[in-house]
């Protein structure tokens, strides 16, 4: 292996399954940002029958198959899958919220900075915010037992920082900076609806297959 530090702590986070975005992880960004880079690092993931792939908006890297049909690797594929499919229905309920707190008509986007003190201001002003919030928190990934905004707010930033979907800014952990794996997941969603015949959620223009 590569005796950069940078280049060896990229090729861990691609094999522990991390999506690698500049918010994250900006070093091995901007390595991988280098083509002779990529092709050294799909040199070494070849023979595990993996390779170097982006997003459609090149905002993250990933490890996918070069063969999705070898080995244990359409297993593995539809493994992912369901636990995509699991999380979707809270990710894009946690999506509608931001969206109607901000007024955007759009899904949050990787850089995108997210204040829960502003949040949490806007949903306890205005009722409707409060019960889509309670019933983010009722079941699957953001299930809590918190009984007020603030508490569930709280709980639901920090389970998105632990899925990696958000970077805390500063120690205060008010403000947060969502990550490119909303990129990947948008990819993800428009892959799933065009090959499973799921309904399309509202998404972000100009996505891409998931995997090949």
């Not at 928190?137 to 299930?143: I, N, Q, R, T, Y």
């Not at 930033?157 to 120690?171: A, I, P």
């Amino acid at each position: 292996m590569s005796s950069n530090p940078t280049f060896e702590s990229a090729y861990a986070l691609l094999m522990s399954g991390e999506i690698i975005c500049e918010h994250r992880f900006p070093q091995e960004f901007n390595l991988l940002r280098m083509e002779d880079q990529v092709q050294r690092m799909d040199f070494m993931l070849a023979p595990l029958n993996r390779r170097i792939r982006t997003t459609q908006d090149n905002a993250s890297y990933m490890m996918a198959y070069i063969d999705p049909s070898a080995g244990s690797a359409r297993s593995n594929i539809r493994s992912q899958f369901s636990k995509v499919i699991n999380q979707l229905e809270p990710l894009v309920k946690w999506l509608r919220l931001v969206m109607d707190v901000s007024g955007s008509e759009r899904p949050i986007v990787p850089g995108e900075v997210i204040s829960e003190s502003k949040m949490q201001t806007h949903i306890e002003q205005v009722p409707a915010l409060e019960a889509k919030l309670e019933s983010l928190v009722k079941s699957g990934l953001f299930s809590s037992r918190q009984s007020d905004s603030k508490g569930r707010l709280s709980y639901v930033m920090g389970k998105l920082v632990d899925e990696g979907f958000l970077t805390r800014l500063g120690s205060a952990g008010s403000q947060y900076r969502a990550t490119g794996k909303w990129s990947w997941l948008y990819d993800t969603m428009s892959f799933i609806s065009v090959h499973e015949d799921l309904p399309e959620p509202e998404q972000r223009d100009g996505q891409m297959e998931f995997l090949e």
